[in-house]
């Protein structure tokens, strides 16, 4: 696969973790003609928003932001892989890191929020679907698929490196010199021959 195409999906998986922590989706509640749809940030109930500067969900937000902030950061390194090449080699196990750690970070964030409201909504009927989640854990999932790709891509360019480099030495090497005298057994191996005999 083209390191292009995974800084692709790298971007593709950032708008989806930044929609998931930007979307009031993250608790949804519809019951007779009331709706309201909670997010990290904000909430909007029957069409009005209100900030939720002070509901208590400061570390789903830093966890949620601090994923995003890794995973930017990844692409950039991706596509800075991709511009130079093997000038760049030692970039590609960087991204790998930052996804790894940003899948994590989120996966642990979407998991404890779905845990919390399970708890204290006691599985209520009018819960309506997650979609913040949803797509904060299809962006989570994205990246660990983009980490195998990397992988990859690490193991064949580690594998090209090294064909390369023992090419360059077969041809490097000096060739021994036959000065026309032959060779006795005990001289092949290294056993100095006995004169006069």
Known sequence: MNIKIAGIFNIIALLLLVAGALAPG???????GNSIHVGLFYAVAN??????AFFGLIEFQIEV????ILCIIATILIFVYAINGQKAH???????ILNLISGVITCVAVGRFLHAIFK?????NDMGVPYSLI?????AVMLFVIIVVLIV???QDSNKTQSSQGMVLANTSKPQVNMGYSQGPTQQYGIPPKYGV
């Open 26 to 32: 993250w608790i949804v509640i519809e019951s007779s």
């Open 47 to 52: 069409g009005y928003t209100a900030s939720l």
């Open 65 to 68: 932001i601090v994923g995003i």
């Open 90 to 96: 030692s970039y590609i196990m960087s991204p790998v």
């Open 120 to 124: 204290i909504l006691d599985r209520r």
């Open 135 to 139: 797509l904060s854990g299809l962006g």
């Open 153 to 155: 891509k690490k193991t």
